[in-house]
């Protein structure tokens, strides 16, 4: 149980293009959902929280008109990547709760190339 | 300083080997998780713990409170557990029991 579904794995476009990621709760109510991006050999590092039905909580540093988040539904949020460009390719990747308490459930990323 | 601190950074062993990864951490905690994320980026949560110790097949993850350090064994390695791993706190300077903050991970290769 508790899976996590990420959609597209892979997207190479060009400079301007916008990108959607979307994030899905396949067997469990998300009480909130977390996006991450990672740069090559670093750590993660947290964007934004995302609670269903309320605007996100952006980390500090991270443009909220660059990086759009919308939490439609218990199971779905997804991450909209305008207007990008090379600095923006990196390796995105959401997770979800079900309960603080409990462990965050990663989806299995997606690799953006902007060329 | 990063608030949380893993070592080694980087761990090759030979299969078979016992294997151990430490994680110290400088703030206050409501909990610490253990990640593993293999080659292509997809990240499996091995462990979440606020005291004593867990073991799942292979991997055992105890935690120390007071001296605010952790530690995940893997017994009898294989290449196939060869990733990298992530120690990940809750609790931190992010002000919220579930945000999580990273140490940089653990680059482990399990050789034949």
């Known amino acids: 149980g508790a899976v996590v579904s990420q959609h597209p794995s892979w997207v190479i476009c060009k400079s301007g293009t916008s990108v959607k990621i979307e994030c899905r709760s396949l067997d469990f109510q998300a009480t909130t959902m977390f996006w991450y991006r990672q740069f090559p050999k670093q750590s993660l590092m947290l964007m934004a929280t995302?609670?269903?039905?309320?605007?996100?909580?952006?980390e500090q540093g991270v443009e909220k008109d660059k990086f759009l988040i919308n939490h439609a539904s218990l199971t779905l949020s997804t991450l909209t990547v305008t207007s990008a460009h090379p600095e923006d390719s990196s390796f995105y990747i959401c997770?979800?709760?079900?309960?603080?308490?409990?462990?965050?459930?990663f989806g299995d990323g997606t690799r953006l190339s902007i060329l | 300083k990063n608030e949380v601190e893993q070592s080694p950074q980087n761990l090759t062993a030979q299969e078979g080997e016992f294997i151990t990864i430490n994680c110290s951490y400088s703030?206050?905690?409501?909990?610490l998780h253990w990640l593993q994320q293999h080659p292509g980026g997809g990240i499996v949560s091995l462990f979440m713990l606020s005291s004593g110790k867990k073991k799942h097949g292979r991997l055992i993850a105890t935690i120390n409170i007071q001296e605010k350090h952790s530690s995940l064994h893997i017994t009898a390695s294989h290449p196939r557990d060869s990733a990298v791993y992530i120690c990940a706190v809750n609790g931190g300077s992010g002000g919220s029991n579930y945000k999580l903050t990273f140490g940089k991970g653990t680059l482990l290769t399990v050789n034949p």
């Open positions: 997770s979800a709760i079900r309960d603080p308490n409990q462990p965050q459930h």
């Open positions: 703030v206050g905690i409501s909990a």
């Open positions: 995302s609670n269903e039905g309320s605007k996100a909580t952006y």
